[in-house]
């Protein structure tokens, strides 16, 4: 590389999506500048559990397969999760997944989310035409015909034909950009801990619906389930403020006891929770891709799934564009992308906000309704393995990397 500041792509933000993008065009001669406020903690197999665990769809596993990232985590450790119930606490409503009924050895598989970024920087560091800049932090952006301008905190300057903003739900870059978005908070946050149980887990991802929100318990690879209680903020205070045993009590009468007694926990964190969607995906010289471009609520463990496929396809449309001698940053190439990725963003949105609508409430007629429409879905095999095709990342428009 000629310029140490010169690069075909700026990527700003190496959380999951970021690191990604950069690994799916690590080897198709770009100069790719990936820059991230901070250093990704190191991974050590031996420390606790990340708090901050994903519920990974098989696309999403795929995606990590081509970028040569998986192998790591596989040889790390995760918990594949092959069944999934779900029910109300409302009512006599639920609704089983298994994955031997689809014919797939897994519905998904539950990774820790410092695991993951270790294992794509590892693809990354070293390589001859990725620079990785931490910490870094973007001031000013200037897109225009010619090229996209960005500068940094502490005066460096960076020139690309594309910028990239994969830096999380409050994206700075976004707003450098000018591209406004949408936002519905939910009133809610999701309280997360490690917790034991009485009973195994069994490889499977609990969720019970209450009026305030669902509690989920997903399969970790020690025995123990990860907890995401989403809840009202008042009940989120007084959730945060209990000791251990009054945690551990109050997770079990949420839980119905379903996996018996919750014995002991971690400290807990709570994450706050918001809709967001951005009203365009792309300006001249310059994407969004990940929670940057759009935030869903917890409840079907779906946001860095869809962030994922925004990365598997924009590397998809560059590497197309670059075939056929077009410029990466021309709108019209980028387009492609914002076509692509908003429909199928929108469709999944508007599901799991109906969902969520559609349980986080006490009106006694909806949950009869909510109930009966659980029965029914449970019964009716082709709608439900529909549901789940397309939660798992089977069905869709898939990036090739994702099929
Ligand atoms: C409680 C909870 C549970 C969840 N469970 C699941 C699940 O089971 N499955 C699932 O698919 N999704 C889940 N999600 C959603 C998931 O966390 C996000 O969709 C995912 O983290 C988005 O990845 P990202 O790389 O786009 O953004 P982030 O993970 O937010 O990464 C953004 C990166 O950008 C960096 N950055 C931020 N600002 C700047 C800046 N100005 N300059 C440079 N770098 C910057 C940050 O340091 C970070 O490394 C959950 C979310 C919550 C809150």
């Known amino acids: 590389m000629a310029n140490p500041s010169n690069f075909d792509i700026v990527i700003v933000g190496g959380g999951a999506v970021g690191a990604t993008l950069a690994c799916a065009l690590k080897d198709k001669n ?57 029910w109300d606490a409302e009512g006599e409503g639920s609704i089983h997944f298994d994955s031997a009924a689809l014919g797939e050895p897994e519905l998904g598989y539950i990774v820790e989310n410092r695991l ?14 990725i620079t990785l800049l931490h910490p870094a932090q973007a001031e000013a952006l200037t897109l225009t015909d010619e090229g996209a301008v960005l500068d940094l905190k502490g005066g460096r300057r960076l020139k690309a034909k594309l910028v990239v ?24 946050r999701a309280v997360v ?63 119905a006891a379903r996996l018996g007694r919750v014995q002991s926990t971690t400290k807990r964190v709570a994450f706050p929770l918001q809709r967001l969607h951005a009203k365009e995906y792309i300006r001249p010289r310059f994407a969004l891709a990940g929670d940057a471009a759009h935030a869903v609520h917890p409840l079907a463990g779906q946001g860095v799934n869809l962030g994922l496929l925004d990365a598997a396809a924009l590397a998809e449309v560059i590497t197309d564009a670059r075939a056929r001698g077009r410029d990466i940053g021309d709108k019209s190439v980028l387009r492609r992308y914002e076509r692509w990725r908003k429909g199928e963003n929108l469709t999944m949105i508007f599901a799991l906000d109906g969902f969520k609508r559609l349980f986080s409430n006490d009106i006694a007629a909806l949950a009869m309704v909510r109930n009966a429409g659980l029965r029914a879905v449970d019964r009716f095999t082709p709608l439900k393995h529909a549901f789940v095709r397309r939660a798992m990342g089977l069905s869709g428009d898939l990036p090739a990397s994702a099929r």
């Open 165 to 188: 903003a994969a830096d999380g739900a409050a994206s700075a870059t976004r707003a450098l950009a000018g591209i406004e978005t949408e936002d519905t908070p939910y009133g809610q």
């Open 30 to 86: 770009l100069d790719i500048a990936l820059l991230d406020t901070r250093e990704p903690e190191l991974y050590d197999v031996n420390a606790e559990v990340d708090l901050r665990v994903f519920a990974l769809s098989l696309a999403s596993r795929r995606i990590f397969e081509a970028v040569g990232a998986w192998e790591a985590i596989a040889a790390a450790r995760f918990s594949p999760y092959r069944e999934m119930h779900v």
């Open 193 to 255: 801990a490690h917790v034991r149980t009485e009973l195994p887990h069994a490889t499977t991802a609990w969720q019970r619906f209450l009026p305030t929100g669902p509690v989920a318990f997903l399969p970790l690879a020690d025995g123990r389930v990860s907890v995401v209680w989403s809840t009202d903020e008042a009940q989120a205070e007084r959730i945060l403020a209990l000791d251990d045993a009054g945690f551990c009590a109050a997770l079990t009468e949420a839980s």
């Open 116 to 129: 993951l970024q270790h294992a794509l920087w590892a693809q990354l560091k070293g390589q001859p035409r």
